[in-house]
């Protein structure tokens, strides 16, 4: 019998007056309704933070990226401090910075352009003062393993365009690397296989579950590794590939909800915490439904 038990923790319905803060909305809380090995779900809280303090993250954020006239960077700086005001801690930079830069683009989506086309040019647009404003943005959530860099460090002063310093960073983090690549591991590997399991009839959060079980065996999380080191980081990718190869062959998915939730109270009693493999699930979410909106929009323009 599959075991399809109810999640510990409820989260309430939110609106929105922007399809695109509906947007950054439901791809963090699908990502919270799933179950992450490692990391915050309804499921199972742990490293400190409640369910709640992602909840509220995630209503603040939506508001700030669907305003149509402010900067990559403001979009950045101006969600970070938000998120500090309402919950005082960081639960969301990865969230964030990948965000930023893909709700701008939906923004200014100029079909023929696919949203990826569209997110590439306004990559290459990005200047000083956005790497100034998130230099800031990243100072003030601080956060754990950020180490420092003899270039570009974000403790120094912004002397370059924010790609740049991103190609600085990208061998170290794989955020860093969506910025450099035109977000290659959410476009390329993250929505297709979202794509596929719903179209598979799989339901939503176990969709996002194998997302994010995807990720985080296709390369070792870079959270992970600066926190734990590279050897726990390829340790945990190669248990993930396990469960991974488990979930694709189950019958059902819910016939594999013991051993991701065993992995779970494992990884958090050890304070492993996948958090770029959650962020990246985040991306694809978000990129999954800007494209549905986009798409909208074009059928009823037609």
């Given at each position: 019998m599959a075991d399809d038990s109810p999640p510990v923790f409820v989260i309430e319905s939110a609106e929105f007056d922007?399809?695109?803060?509906?947007?950054?909305?439901?791809a963090c809380i699908s990502e919270l309704r799933a179950i992450k090995p490692g990391n915050v779900s309804v499921f199972s809280e742990g490293h400190g933070m409640r369910v709640g303090d992602f909840t509220n993250s995630a209503k603040c954020i939506a508001q700030i990226l669907a305003q149509p006239d402010i900067s990559v960077g403001e979009r950045i700086i101006q969600s970070v401090r938000g998120t500090w005001r309402l919950v005082g801690r960081n639960t969301n930079l990865g969230i964030i910075l990948l965000a930023a830069s893909l709700t701008h683009a939906a923004l200014k989506l100029d079909r023929p352009n696919t949203l990826q086309d569209q997110l590439k040019l306004e990559l290459d647009t990005l200047g000083?003062?956005?790497?100034?404003?998130?230099?800031?943005?990243?100072?003030?959530?601080?956060?754990?393993?950020?180490?420092?860099s003899d270039k570009h460090d974000v403790t120094g002063?912004?002397?370059?365009?924010?790609?740049?310093?991103?190609?600085?960073?990208?061998?170290?983090?794989?955020?860093?690397?969506?910025?450099?690549?035109?977000y290659e591991d959410i476009f390329d590997y993250g929505l297709p296989l979202y794509n596929e399991l719903i179209d598979s009839g799989m339901r939503?959060?176990?969709?996002?579950?194998?997302?994010?079980?995807?990720?985080?065996?296709?390369?070792?999380d870079t959270h992970i590794q600066r926190k734990q080191g590279a050897d726990t980081a390829e340790a945990v990718r190669r248990e993930a590939?396990?469960?991974?190869?488990q979930f694709m062959r189950a019958e059902q998915p819910e016939l594999v909800r013991p051993r991701l939730q065993a992995y779970d109270e494992k990884l958090k009693q050890q304070c492993i915490n996948p958090g770029t493999s959650a962020d990246l699930t985040v991306a694809t979410l978000l990129a999954y439904r800007l494209e549905l909106i986009a798409n909208q929009a074009d059928g009823s323009s037609a």
């Amino acid at each position: 019998m599959a075991d399809d038990s109810p999640p510990v923790f409820v989260i309430e319905s939110a609106e929105f007056d922007h399809p695109i803060a509906e947007a950054v909305w439901w791809a963090c809380i699908s990502e919270l309704r799933a179950i992450k090995p490692g990391n915050v779900s309804v499921f199972s809280e742990g490293h400190g933070m409640r369910v709640g303090d992602f909840t509220n993250s995630a209503k603040c954020i939506a508001q700030i990226l669907a305003q149509p006239d402010i900067s990559v960077g403001e979009r950045i700086i101006q969600s970070v401090r938000g998120t500090w005001r309402l919950v005082g801690r960081n639960t969301n930079l990865g969230i964030i910075l990948l965000a930023a830069s893909l709700t701008h683009a939906a923004l200014k989506l100029d079909r023929p352009n696919t949203l990826q086309d569209q997110l590439k040019l306004e990559l290459d647009t990005l200047g000083v003062n956005d790497t100034r404003l998130t230099f800031d943005a990243i100072r003030l959530a601080s956060p754990a393993g950020l180490g420092s860099s003899d270039k570009h460090d974000v403790t120094g002063e912004a002397k370059a365009p924010l790609l740049q310093v991103m190609r600085v960073a990208e061998h170290r983090d794989r955020i860093a690397k969506q910025y450099t690549s035109g977000y290659e591991d959410i476009f390329d590997y993250g929505l297709p296989l979202y794509n596929e399991l719903i179209d598979s009839g799989m339901r939503e959060d176990w969709a996002t579950a194998g997302v994010y079980l995807g990720f985080l065996k296709q390369f070792p999380d870079t959270h992970i590794q600066r926190k734990q080191g590279a050897d726990t980081a390829e340790a945990v990718r190669r248990e993930a590939l396990n469960l991974y190869t488990q979930f694709m062959r189950a019958e059902q998915p819910e016939l594999v909800r013991p051993r991701l939730q065993a992995y779970d109270e494992k990884l958090k009693q050890q304070c492993i915490n996948p958090g770029t493999s959650a962020d990246l699930t985040v991306a694809t979410l978000l990129a999954y439904r800007l494209e549905l909106i986009a798409n909208q929009a074009d059928g009823s323009s037609a």
